[in-house]
Each structure stands twice: as structure tokens, then as C-alpha cells.
Nanobody
């Protein structure tokens, strides 16, 4: 069992920055790969970024590459999503997710993730 709690969402102007955090509990954090997804009402939840257990491998959606950075601090049981140069189309509810697979991997697929947080709203105004 893994509990995930996102924070750091809010309202920001286009071109601004936000840093999302996701605190994890319930399992040794360094044994879990992590991902960020986002969802807009009426659309499917889409992949944003993923990071391997050690943090040595990352993977990004093309739409955020070069603007967003995923990182993790295993000592603090926390994964982060630094979002720069935000655009109105980044507006969504952002979710973190935990991948408990026995192999260390970075995945863009929702079915690869076993646990999800409740989400945090990010709104980017134009």
C-alpha cells in the first residue's frame, strides 16, 4: 500500500513557474518508480513525466520536454515536478502515481501505475 499526497498547485500567469510536490508513505520510497500525469475535464488522463527509482532515468511527454523537470528526494520520500514557461494549455489537475513493478522502469502508460494521489489543480492564465 502506498499513500500519495500532491501539493503546490495554484494559479499562475503564462510564462510563470510552479513546483509540485508529491509526498509518499507506506512503502520504501526508493523501491518505487514515480510518474506525473494530468487531466482536463472531458479528456483522458495524460502522461507528463516519469522517474526511475534512483532518479537516474527520466522520461517526458513531448509537450513538456524542455520546460518541466521531474526529480525525487528519496530521503524525503518526495517526488517533484518543476514547471517553467507555463502555458494556458498546461491547465489541468496534476496527479502523481507510483509504479511498484519489480523491474525499475519509466513508463508513460497509466496501467503501469498502481497507486494514485488525489491531484492538485494547476491553472495558467493567459
Amino acid at each position: 500500500q502506498v499513500q500519495l499526497a500532491e501539493s503546490g498547485g495554484g494559479l499562475v500567469q503564462a510564462g510563470g513557474s510552479l513546483r509540485l510536490s508529491c509526498a509518499a508513505s507506506g512503502r520504501t520510497f526508493s523501491s518505487v518508480a514515480m510518474g506525473w500525469f494530468r487531466q482536463v475535464p472531458g479528456k483522458e488522463r495524460e502522461f507528463v513525466a516519469a522517474i526511475s527509482r534512483s532518479g537516474g532515468n527520466t522520461y517526458y511527454a513531448d509537450s513538456v520536454k524542455g520546460r518541466f523537470t521531474i526529480s525525487r528526494d528519496n530521503a524525503k520520500n518526495t517526488v517533484y515536478l518543476q514547471m517553467n514557461s507555463l502555458k494556458p494549455e498546461d491547465t489541468a489537475v496534476y496527479y502523481c502515481a507510483a509504479d511498484l513493478a519489480t523491474v525499475d522502469r519509466v513508463s508513460r502508460y497509466r496501467y503501469a501505475y498502481d497507486y494514485w494521489g488525489q491531484g492538485t489543480q494547476v491553472t495558467v492564465s493567459s
